[in-house]
């Protein structure tokens, strides 16, 4: 029993940030088409948010005959996205959280024996949200694979009731 030791460390670690103040103004769609995914590239501060942080427009579903996506413009469901993306302000997007984790660490135990370690380490991130990828439909148009997803999509009417795939 001497010779046999087990060790276990918990790491723990948490963030919380906020813009304070940031002079410049983008448009809404940047938020949300370009930046704020916590997936590098651009970012446009938004003051009282995180750095990073994931943003999207209002979902009405899929169009039930045609199978198109639907969102909100004042009020009312719309198909009309041009519309629906110029003119999104703070108020008519939903912020879900930040891209980035705000609790991480790993738990880890190191088994050892006379001189020789075993050390596992599972790690963990919590308290953010992500944009999964999904159907881009340019590249299947273009023969160079697409997702998953594709075989997913709505065909029928009737289908948007199990997905939510354009």
């Known amino acids: 029993a001497g010779d046999f030791r087990w060790r276990t460390d918990w790491l723990l670690s ?9 002079e410049l103004e983008y448009p809404v769609s940047s938020l949300i088409n370009y930046g704020m995914s916590g997936n590098g590239g651009d970012y446009y501060p938004v003051v009282g948010r995180p750095l990073f942080a994931v943003y999207s427009y209002p979902w009405a579903g899929l169009n039930p005959e045609t199978g198109a996506p639907q969102g909100y413009w004042d009020g009312d469901v719309s198909e009309d996205y041009r519309t ?15 891209a980035r984790p705000t609790t991480f660490g790993s738990l880890r135990n190191t088994l050892s024996y006379k001189g020789l370690s075993l050390s596992m380490n599972i790690s963990y991130r919590f308290g953010y949200y992500f944009r999964r990828s999904s159907v881009q439909y340019v590249p299947i ?12 999509r709505w065909q029928e009417p009737g289908d948007e009731a199990q997905t939510q795939i354009p």
């Open 141 to 152: 148009l273009q023969g160079q694979g697409g997702h998953a997803d594709f075989g997913l």
């Open 14 to 22: 948490g963030v919380k940030e906020k813009v304070t103040d940031f």
């Open 84 to 98: 629906i993306i110029n003119d999104a302000d703070m108020e008519s997007v939903k912020y879900h959280g930040s």
